[in-house]
């Protein structure tokens, strides 16, 4: 009966575990170059030589939205059994300019929190 009872706690212990993972999606970009975009007179070429290609471009009736964005994904979880406790943590850099007809930004925006993605516990 012990023997039954070790082997049935040790399969317990041996079909659980853990788990971390982390999810890079898009490229970074350099918050030294969106600062030296200045309205008015940054231009359409400067913006694509400081930051690259947009992921989207939303065309607006006057200008068009060049929008850059970039996350950090962190997963970890747990389970045992019929038990799993997972917990997510994804966080975005982005960056929106918005260019005129004329070629020169009339708007730019930006947001850092891709490096604050953390793990953690599932419960947390």
Known sequence: MMNRI???AASILALGGCYF???IDDRSF?????AQIQVGKTTKA???QLLGPPREIIRLLESEAYMYVHSIEKNTGTF???VNL????????S????????DVVTAVGSRASA????????WE
């Open 80 to 82: 045992l059994l019929l």
């Open 46 to 48: 400067e913006v694509l």
């Open 30 to 34: 350099n918050p030294t170059a969106v």
């Open 21 to 23: 993972s982390k999810k």
């Open 115 to 122: 490096p604050t993605a953390a793990y953690g516990f599932p």
């Open 86 to 93: 997972n917990r997510t943590d994804k966080q975005y850099d």
């Open 95 to 102: 960056v929106a300019v918005i260019i005129n007809r004329q």
């Open 6 to 8: 070790a082997l049935a």
